[in-house]
């Protein structure tokens, strides 16, 4: 069975659109792309659902990244030379996670080229 992923662009344009249509230049950016990552998702997410801590701690369990973000994260971290804390602020993660994805990848990037 053929998993396939949410239009994100399209919700977002929606949601936009019938709640904050003031908010549409800040987003237009990302909007304006052919394909939105996940990444692109999250930024568009504290744009237009304002950041409140007291829902921040209640939403950070359902996030979840595909293979490819997960690189973008790891070669961010990697090009501008910052430690799992930094990386880890940066995007609003735990440490852990960030260890556990460094652990992760390289292994399997170690084991591609065998």
Do not use: G
Not at 79 to 98: C, D, I, P, Q, W
Request: glycine share 0%.
């Amino acid at each position: 069975m053929e998993r396939t992923t949410p239009n994100y662009k399209r919700i977002f344009e929606d949601i936009i659109s019938r709640k904050c249509p003031e908010k549409y230049s800040l987003c237009a950016h990302i909007l304006d792309k052919d394909e939105i990552s996940a990444l692109d998702v999250l930024k568009l997410n504290d744009i237009v659902f304002d950041k409140n801590s007291s829902s921040e701690s209640n939403n950070q369990k359902h996030k979840c990244y595909d293979s490819e973000t997960i690189n973008k994260v790891l070669n961010y971290q990697k090009e501008n030379n910052l430690s799992n804390v930094a990386v880890s602020k940066h995007f609003n993660l735990s440490r852990s996670t960030v260890s556990k994805w460094r652990k992760i990848f390289s292994s399997s990037q170690q084991n591609s080229f065998l």
